[in-house]
């Protein structure tokens, strides 16, 4: 959630993007897995992620968390709410049946209940972690609505109908949201102005530059796709919330309201990703109980 990022360099980005419909590359399981895919997750999550500091005599069935600082804490707990969301969606979207007929073709695809459970239903703090994560998202959407609205423009032929659908319909929904329903992320527990905030501030940048630099390195074209564009999506939410937070009352300043298009539309389907990851894990909380 770099300022350069977020200007000049996004705007030379989008110069040379090319548009991939993320409707005919559906988030889902790709088969990517064994050794490339697990140094992957290891960076993320032993690389990336804050480490804590065990000190001698700690009880060894504490993780150490506690020596972490509030923002730290909640890096890590973001990070592991990426990952339960793509965990989620790859098993609502698995391949059941391998087709006998066709080299590395699907037959039959569905929900796989068993994986998600494993991976994110039965673990508390992943599951958690999940509403975190959406709470961070939603918290940003509700402030920079209009600013998502500015950054897409209607006369482009790709965007114009989702971006009509965005005005009418999603965006008005999420501000009822914002009021009639309490607060459910403070921006204020991510970082505090005072003693620290710059240095505290562009340590996160650095770290969210580097899952970038994570993400390009993986062996599956899809994987990185929505791998990336999540990352890009959490990354446009915290500079959101943190940048100039405490300017107007709490509310980001005008700079920070300037999203380019490719922060808009990564917020926006990363919001989406989240909100479905947690509508499946309710859904299968559901089935469990009724089998």
């Not at 992620?49 to 600082?69: K, M, V």
């Not at 005005?167 to 309490?182: F, H, K, Y």
């Amino acid at each position: 959630f770099d300022e350069e990022t977020s200007t000049t360099g996004a705007k030379n980005d989008e110069d040379n993007a090319v548009v991939v419909d993320l409707r005919l590359n559906p988030e889902r399981y790709t088969g990517y897995a064994g050794p490339s895919a697990e140094r992957v997750w290891s960076a993320v999550h032993s690389d990336n992620c804050f480490q804590p500091d065990q000190s001698e005599g700690e009880e060894e069935e504490t993780d150490g968390s506690c020596s972490l600082s509030a923002e730290q804490r909640v890096y890590n707990r973001i990070i592991s709410g990426l990952h339960s969301s793509i965990s989620l969606h790859i098993a609502h979207s698995y391949c059941l049946e391998m087709d006998p007929d066709r080299i590395a073709e699907c037959k039959v695809w569905g929900p796989n209940a068993t994986l998600a459970h494993e991976r994110v239903l039965d673990r508390k703090d992943r599951l958690e972690n999940l509403y975190v994560v959406f709470a961070v998202l939603l918290r940003a959407v509700q402030k920079v609505g209009a600013s998502i609205t500015a950054a897409v423009p209607v006369e482009d032929d790709f965007f114009s109908d989702s971006v009509s659908e965005w005005t009418e319909s999603l965006l008005p929904q999420i501000n009822m949201l914002a009021q009639n329903c309490p607060l459910a992320f403070d921006e204020k527990n991510i970082l505090e102005e005072g003693e620290g905030f710059n240095s505290k501030r562009q340590e996160l940048q650095r770290r969210f530059r580097h899952l970038q630099q994570i993400m390009r390195c993986v062996g599956c074209d899809r994987c990185k796709l929505w791998g990336t564009l999540q990352t890009l999506g959490i990354g446009t939410a915290l500079r959101v919330l943190i940048q100039d937070a405490s300017v107007a009352g709490g509310l980001p300043s005008q700079q920070a309201l300037n999203l380019s298009r490719q922060e808009a539309v990564a917020l926006v389907h990363t919001l989406e990703r989240f909100s479905s990851a947690l509508v499946f894990a309710h859904d299968l909380k559901i089935d469990k109980k009724s089998n």
